[in-house]
């Protein structure tokens, strides 16, 4: 029997994440996703990945100053990311910058060194390529004292965020940063099983990331949000595209059959982002409405809010243009893909599986 997608095929053991998509369950490492977004920083959640428990104040403060020293672009960087194409996409050129970052020396195998490397450096890269293909002045002032979320948002805006924004581009991070063996993090254990190197197999997860039923849903809600405009139109607009057979995006999951659980934490964050905000109110009805018509139109399916509906909201929220979405969830992922490189390092075995030829066989001779 063939599970296409590997559908329900177990490929490794991990101690990294754990899915209960029955239950509404995401666990990293013992401690409940939703009140590390809530409660815990990027830093401390990267550190709880990376080394399988929660930092202490002095390793904390170890790994903040570590990321600060990172999160500058070499000389080297920048001329590659000159010299790129205007028409290159921005998630090609991290692609890219990624790969050239790797020498004969990284091979393998891979350290906790090189995944804070990449932790760091994936949002400067990030904003460096927005303001080239903006055309806006880059500012690479190096603030010390911003945690990795606030000089993310600081470097694409070239302004301090104001806490509600940072509290929640932080608390999105943290729940995006791991997901178990989705399409992107099984193609870098997949790399990493060959004993190539960490940026090899991190290349190979934004290739992944960058395609449409991967990395691109917030995008889609933003375009369902934008055809419905005001919260007068959800009806309407929703019930048509469900008449048609249309998938509303940013409702359902592959995993969860109940709640998201990231959904449920960043609609508590979304609220200190409130008062006033159009935005936010049209996503809330909109969720309202989406999750009363799916219930009408495909009974017994339970399908709820996923956590692209509110990471659209979120960061539409704090002023990013819908072409910032998939590179910062890959900014978030990379603790997530390195975690796995490292784990996969640890106890390798190269992955062969098998497919089933369905062709024509030549003549007896």
């Not at 106890?347 to 030829?357: E, K, T, V, W």
Request: proline share 6%; aromatic share 8%.
């Amino acid at each position: 029997m063939i599970a296409k997608g590997l559908e329900g095929v177990t490929a490794a053991e991990t101690g990294i994440s754990h899915i209960d998509g029955a239950k509404g369950h995401l666990v990293y490492r013992g401690q409940w996703a939703k009140d590390l977004a809530l409660h815990h920083t990027f830093e401390e959640a990267a550190y709880l990945l990376w080394h399988g428990t929660l930092p202490t104040p002095d390793q904390l403060a170890e790994l903040h100053e570590d990321l600060v020293q990172q999160r500058r672009l070499t000389p080297e960087l920048r001329r590659l990311l000159d010299a790129l194409p205007r028409s290159t996409p921005l998630m090609s050129a991290l692609q890219c910058a990624v790969s050239s970052l790797a020498g004969d020396e990284s091979a393998w195998p891979p350290t906790r060194w090189q995944a804070l490397q990449l932790t760091a450096l994936l949002p400067v890269i990030t904003a460096y390529r927005y303001h080239q293909l903006s055309g806006t002045p880059w500012d690479e002032e190096n603030h010390g004292e911003m945690g990795h979320a606030a000089h993310y948002l600081f470097l694409l805006f070239g302004r301090p965020a104001t806490p509600a924004q940072i509290r929640a581009m932080n608390a999105y991070m943290v729940l995006a940063m791991e997901h178990g063996l989705n399409a992107s993090t099984f193609a870098a254990r997949v790399v990493a099983s060959t004993e190539s190197d960490i940026y090899s197999a991190v290349g190979a997860a934004i290739g992944a990331m960058k395609g449409p039923l991967h990395g691109g849903a917030p995008t889609g809600v933003i375009r369902l949000l934008d055809a419905i405009g005001a919260p007068d139109q959800a009806e309407p607009v929703l019930r048509a595209m469900l008449e048609r057979g249309e998938r509303l995006m940013g409702f359902g999951h592959r995993v969860y059959k109940t709640r998201d659980p990231r959904a449920e934490a960043l609609r508590d964050v979304c609220a200190g982002l409130a008062g006033g905000d159009p935005w936010l109110d049209l996503a809330v009805h909109t969720e309202r409405t989406a999750i009363r018509l799916l219930a009408e139109y495909k009974p017994g399916r339970e399908l709820y809010t996923n956590v692209e509906f509110y990471a659209a909201a979120v960061m539409r929220a704090a002023g990013m243009p819908a072409s910032l979405f998939t590179p910062t969830f890959t900014a978030a992922r990379i603790v997530g893909w390195t975690a796995h490189v490292l784990e996969q390092a640890a106890g390798n075995r190269i992955y062969r599986p098998q497919s089933l030829y369905t062709g024509v066989m030549p003549s007896a001779t």
